[in-house]
């Protein structure tokens, strides 16, 4: 019975401190959800099958080069006048069975097989580079999201702050009004403001939970329940960052030697100078080596004489071709040289892509840099705001406290002071998620 207890007692343990790890996991870090939206995202998983596939026309190219190898066999049934096994025409049915392999092996193509397996390579590493901007791009997007539900998560906290004091401010308004040094009409207003403020915070937490919804949608979550993130320290990440922007030609300047979008738009540019050695190899004669072995069997069904037997009619008719073919291109209908036009529209197309990428990318920089130091000044101004809103505020209370205010002057207050508090939230958010973009475009990880 003991030892039964005591199993009991290490089961009830055991299944404590499972649940109590499973509670932990339930709070996603944004490495965490990095990390599982890399494996579960629907378009780098589309991109990972666009790079297997170039793999596989990778090796196809190379594989090119090697000899082929065909067999082949034949049944013929001969009605009426036909051919015996010496050649002469004769009125009877006979039958012939005929077997054939034979290889062939490029020898010139006017080098085609050697760009296509250099063009297939680099679509290859086009196709590396755009699985990792996929990635690239989710990651910044997770990012995004995140920061949004810590942003929806202090505006909360906000909210719930300012409920408390409107709670905490009734309390001491019925007693104003108990004690007759206030009108009755000061509580109903209290009332009123509580009934906002619990509005508020339903209007918030409904705002939380959608920016939760969005973050597990975008990570392809099968389900919701339970699910919350991590609140790392942002205070000292903002204040350590302010004087540490990357300037965007510095930043621009790694990123066009780095950034995987840059890359694979220059490695399709490189992969399209390829296709028109390929197109111009139509212009080439192309040699072949071929070689072949055959041999048949033949049966008269009206045979006086008899038919030689199977196997040594399949020894003795058997004959070997070894030779080389040249194929020189005299009209094809105009085919080459629509296909060497096509080819240089292409390099011309892919010369535009890569400018655009780079001109996308900088854009992109300049906008995250601009818009953080906006994000800063709008914060350190903002701070001001608090600290006069709050001041103000705590004077305005006290001076209600004391029946020396109305209602009306203290909710302005309080509302001047909520919303500095939140405009506050909104800059240290912008401001903290633009410099991350602006770290990233200069190789460092989005963490915190």
Partial sequence: MERFLNKMVLSVVLISSVCSLCAQETKWSLENCIRYAMENNIQIRQKQLEKEN????????????????????????????????????????????????????????????????????????ASIEDLNKAREDVAL???????????????????????????????????????????????????????????????????????LVDLAQ???????????????????????????????????????????????????????????????????????????????????????????????????????????????PLFNRFTTRNQVKQARVQIAIQQLALENAKSDLYKEIEQ????????????TSSQKSVDAARIAFEYEQKKYDAGKSTIFEYTDAKTRYEKSLSEQVQARYEFLFRSKVLDFYNGKPLEF
Avoid at 160 to 175: D, F, I, M, R, V
Wanted: aromatic residues 10%; neutral net charge.
């Fill in 218 to 328: 975008l990570l392809n979550l099968g389900t919701v329940e339970g699910f919350d993130i991590q609140v790392p320290n942002i205070q000292s990440i903002t204040i350590d960052q302010t004087a540490s922007l990357v300037l965007p030609k510095d930043a621009f300047k790694y990123s066009v030697e780095n950034r995987p979008g840059i890359k694979a738009a220059m490695h399709a540019l490189e992969s399209s100078r390829y296709g028109l050695k390929q197109a111009k190899a139509g212009y080439y004669p192309s040699i072949s080596f071929g070689a072949s072995y055959g041999t048949s069997y033949y049966h008269a069904y009206q045979n006086s004489e008899g038919n030689i037997p199977f196997s040594e009619q399949m020894k003795n008719n058997g004959s070997e071709t070894v030779g080389l073919s040249l194929s020189v």
């Fill in 368 to 379: 995250a840099y601009y818009t953080a130091v906006a994000a800063h000044k709008k914060f």
């Fill in 141 to 211: 997007n997770v990012t995004s999201y995140y920061l949004q539900v810590l942003f929806k998560k202090e505006i909360l906290d906000v909210a719930q702050n300012q409920l408390a004091l409107s709670k905490s401010q009734l309390e001491k308004t019925e007693k104003l009004v108990e004690g007759g040094k206030n009108s009755e009409s000061a509580l109903y207003e209290s009332r009123a403001l509580v009934a906002t403020d619990e509005l508020s915070v339903t209007q918030a937490e409904n705002e939380w939970s959608l920016a």
């Fill in 54 to 125: 170039n793999e596989i026309k990778l090796n196809t190219a190379r594989m090119s080069r090697l000899p082929d190898l065909n067999a082949g066999a034949g049944q013929d049934f001969y009605f009426g006048r036909s051919l015996n096994r010496n050649n002469v025409y004769e009125d009877q049915s006979s039958a012939s069975t005929s077997f054939r392999l034979s290889t062939s092996i490029p020898v010139f193509s006017g080098f085609r097989i050697n760009n296509q397996v250099k063009g297939a390579r680099l679509d290859l590493k």
